[in-house]
């Protein structure tokens, strides 16, 4: 019998394009992954704490990619399954800005403790935006796709230390497939950005879904033969290549 791996994400839209194609991608390799997102459209931490605290339905509940249309508190989704893995991230508009942290972050982490305790705890590093994003928050950044990515990879650093959760590099790996002519987006490449914050439905998705693959199964994603398709239209194998081969080296 195929050991099925449960990863539950205290997360946003952020968490939802990372999950998307993650049970496909183990599928296709012979795995079995049970993909939980708990969604609120930019969901902060210190939001989370006060639903944990509050035990407020106030999740829609995703499985494997997709909307159940089912409301769910945070503990009852944490008591729900024995967990192997539980990530949590930070809304992305507060993601470089490390006061907004703590205590929350603290405080989610202990309240999983309590309830999963075999469970590991990890951070989601989330992405920063597009150079043309037109997202109100991105002037918290000068509209500076670089310095918005310095100043969330400090935050999210410095959250990994003071709370031990190792971290998933997502916006490392976005950054870093930017400096492939292919996804450079200011020199007339594909955007992984299918509105100046989200990720692209089919490349960014992938992205961060194979991340996400790699990382808690330890598999080489060179060998995934898994591809994503949009309304019909399937991903260019040559870029999927490309992903998979960043991927690797990280």
């Not at 399954?81 to 990530?87: F, G, M, S, V």
């Not at 928050?137 to 100043?151: C, E, H, K, P, V």
């Not at 591809?227 to 991927?247: C, F, K, M, Y």
């Amino acid at each position: 019998m195929k050991e099925i791996l449960r990863i539950l994400a205290v997360g946003n839209s952020f968490s939802q394009d990372a999950q998307y194609y993650l049970h496909d991608l183990a599928k296709s390799d012979g795995a079995e992954i049970y993909a939980v997102n708990l969604y609120i459209g930019g969901c902060s931490l210190e939001t989370h704490h006060i639903n944990m605290l509050t035990r407020s339905n106030a999740y829609s509940l995703e499985i494997n990619g997709k909307d159940t249309g089912k409301m769910i508190s945070l503990e009852e989704a944490m008591l729900s399954e024995d967990w192997d893995h539980i990530t949590f991230q930070q809304a992305s508009h507060d993601s470089g800005s490390p006061e907004t942290y703590f205590p929350f972050l603290s405080d989610l982490y202990r309240s999983a403790q309590d309830l999963c305790p075999r469970s590991v705890k990890h951070l989601h590093q989330t992405w920063a935006y597009e150079h043309t994003s037109d997202h109100p928050a991105f002037g918290r950044y000068g509209s500076d796709q670089l310095m918005m990515y310095n100043r969330l990879k400090a935050a999210y650093d410095s959250a990994s230390l003071k709370t031990g959760m190792s971290l998933i590099p997502s916006g490392y790996l976005i950054q870093k497939l930017r400096e492939h002519p292919e996804f450079d987006f200011n020199s007339g490449g594909r955007s992984l950005c299918r509105d100046g914050y989200h990720l692209d439905l089919l490349y960014g998705r992938f992205a961060v879904s194979a991340l996400w693959y790699k990382y808690f199964t330890g598999n080489d994603i060179r060998s995934v033969t898994f591809t994503p398709a949009v309304n019909g239209i399937s991903a260019d194998e040559r870029l999927l290549e490309i992903i998979r081969n960043t991927i690797h080296t990280l």
